[in-house]
Nanobody
Framework: QVQLVESGGGLVQVGGSLRLSCAASGRTFSRYAMGWFRQAPGKEREFVAGMSSGVAVYTDSVKGRFTFSRDNAKNTVYLQMNSLKPEDTAVYYC????????????????????WGQGSQVTVSS
């Protein structure tokens, strides 16, 4: 397992933007599969976006609005969130799989071995 520290959440108005960051420990970060998940009150955790082997995958509801990126030199991944909607309100979690993942299974939360503490994102109308 690795340690994941998230930052960047907050309160934003509809249509606004936020960028989440997730800093990871470990020496082989470039090999990690990384993902972002979210959980809204009363709902199950859902996949938002992920990246493995240079391939980014997004859930349909955020395509065109969210961008996943990573800086291997800083052991950090980012989630740039634009055109935010009230339904994006949730606690956002960063996750890592140190052994990597095939892009097709990035959306499966059970495959990750490390999770961040969560960062609240609230979109107000």
């Amino acid at each position: 397992q690795v340690q994941l520290v998230e930052s960047g959440g907050g309160l934003v108005q509809v249509g606004g933007s936020l960028r989440l960051s997730c800093a990871a420990s470990g020496r082989t970060f470039s090999r990690y599969a990384m993902g972002w998940f979210r959980q809204a009150p009363g709902k199950e955790r859902e996949f938002v976006a992920g990246m493995s082997s240079g391939v980014a995958v997004y859930t349909d509801s955020v395509k065109g609005r969210f961008t996943f990126s990573r800086d291997n030199a800083k052991n950090t991944v980012y989630l740039q969130m634009n055109s935010l909607k009230p339904e994006d309100t949730a606690v956002y979690y960063c996750a890592a799989r140190t052994a990597g993942l095939a892009p097709v299974v990035l959306k499966e939360g059970r495959r990750y071995d490390s999770w961040g503490q969560g960062s609240q994102v609230t979109v107000s109308s």
